[in-house]
């Protein structure tokens, strides 16, 4: 089985703490990403889930693995239905720097299972997500991002 | 955008991108394998793509790799492509509606 990973790079016109914020606060999620992180305090060893924020289903659950707020942040990550399954789990790092005047957020998803349907997905969904955190920081407006067909 | 654009506008760095997509966490070394350029040539054309933030690089170890950033392209596609995608796709939808209207009404 081959691994492999991706890299998503944003500049965003905004602060560490509030791009942090963003992530782990689902306040903040729930406007720009539909969809809520969740963990009772978010520090290593602590386990985390992404839900959908309308219905409430979780889709991802995980463990935090490293947390230095607001510049790092390590989670695993797995489909909800494949929890007790080792094998299923990949690895998302999040990295907040300050860059001339702007903040550099660097999401690296590794471990994912090479042609997985997870793989496919969050290759997706993570500029999907980056773009509308990016419009929500910088002018209040997040992007419509998991947008179906229009509707007639 | 016009860095991306900028970047976008040379056959060799979207070949560059193309092997990247399919083969993410290339070296220099491996990107210059199948690339009918020299080792400089790929080397600058990498560093505008970066500066494009179209390539992103992470260390390990000594080598550094290289990953094809998505989030400008999708950016492109939000401004640029999907207006068009939802004038086509109302067209058709208006069209269906039309051709069935016909048939029901």
Known sequence: MTRTEHVYVMFIDSTPNKIYDAIVKPEFARQYWYHENVSSDWRPGSSW???????GKVNIVGKVVEA???SRL???WAGAKEAANPEAYSRVTFEVEPIDGMVKLTVTHDQLIAGS???KGVNAGWPRVLSSLKSFLETGKPLPIWQKAPAR | MDAVFKALADPGRRKLLDR???SPGLTLGQLCEEMDMTRQAVSQHLALLEEANLVSTVWRGR???HFLNPVPIHE????????????????????????EGERHD
Do not use: G
């Open chain 1, 49 to 55: 889930e992404h839900r959908d924020s309308e219905t």
């Open chain 2, 63 to 65: 080598e550094k790799l």
């Open chain 2, 76 to 99: 492109i596609y939000d401004r640029w492509v999907k207006k068009f995608e939802r004038r086509s796709m109302q067209a058709l939808a208006q069209l269906k509606k039309r051709l």
């Open chain 1, 68 to 70: 230095q707020p607001p």
């Open chain 2, 20 to 22: 990247l997509f399919e």
């Open chain 1, 117 to 119: 349907d997870m793989e």
């Open chain 1, 74 to 76: 390590v989670i695993t």
